[in-house]
Structure formats: C-alpha cells, structure tokens
C-alpha cells in the first residue's frame, strides 16, 4: 500500500523560503510519477509541480516558475519541493502524489494521481 508523508510546512513571511518533503513508502519510488498540488480555502486543487520517473524532468504551474523547484532523492524514497520568494497567495494546504499511470500531459492533473499525503500547511503573511 502506498503510503506519503509530508512535511516542512510553516507559517512565514511575504519573501519567506521553505522546503517541503514528503516520504514515500510501500511502492518502487522512483517508478512513479511525482507531485506536489495544493488547495487553498474555497479553492480547487490546482498542481504546482511535477516529476517524470524516466528522465527526471520537471513541470511547473506558470505561477509558480522561477521560484519553486521540484527534486527526489530516490536513495531516501523522498521527494522536495523548495519553495522561494513566497507570497501570500501561495498560501494553502500543500499535498504529494503519486502516480504510476500519469502522462506528460496530465502530470499537474490531480486526476492522474492515485496515492495522496495528508498535506501540510503553508501561510505566507505579507
């Protein structure tokens, strides 16, 4: 079964850097597709970042390039997610998934995922 724990979540401010894991467990990690995805109040879940197993290429949500950086350490079965020059709208309950069967065109798609952490929670205060 697999299992995804996240962490790293914290309140800061306007400028703030943090780093975000999430420890994957009871699957081969790095044959899934990874991502992170998060969810404000009164919000859907919009993806932020994405891993292709194959290649290690990443993907990001336009809001959040240049400032965000997805990595793995297949070694630990853990995945990252960096997160600078935070802003109050990113602010949101952030989650990792994981998925076997997603595609390139559908990594930043929540419906691609089957596996999801419990999340952990960023405030960005201004």
């Known amino acids: 079964r697999v299992q995804l724990v996240e962490s790293g979540g914290d309140s800061v401010q306007a400028g703030g850097s943090l780093r975000l894991s999430c420890v994957g467990s009871?699957?081969?990690?790095?044959?899934?597709?990874m991502g992170w995805f998060r969810q404000a109040p009164g919000n859907e879940r919009e993806g932020v970042a994405g891993?292709?197993?194959?290649?290690?290429?990443?993907f990001y949500a336009d809001s959040v390039k240049g400032r965000f950086t997805i990595s793995q350490d297949n070694a630990k079965n853990t995945l990252y997610l960096q997160v600078n020059s935070l802003k109050p709208e990113d602010t949101a309950l952030y989650y990792c998934?994981?998925?076997?069967?997603?595609?390139?065109?559908?990594?930043?798609?929540?419906?691609?995922?089957?596996?999801w952490g419990q999340g952990t929670q960023v405030t960005v205060s201004s």
């Open positions: 009871g699957y081969t990690f790095s044959s899934y597709s």
């Open positions: 891993i292709w197993p194959a290649t290690g290429r990443t």
């Open positions: 998934a994981a998925g076997a069967w997603v595609t390139l065109a559908t990594i930043l798609n929540d419906k691609s995922y089957t596996s």
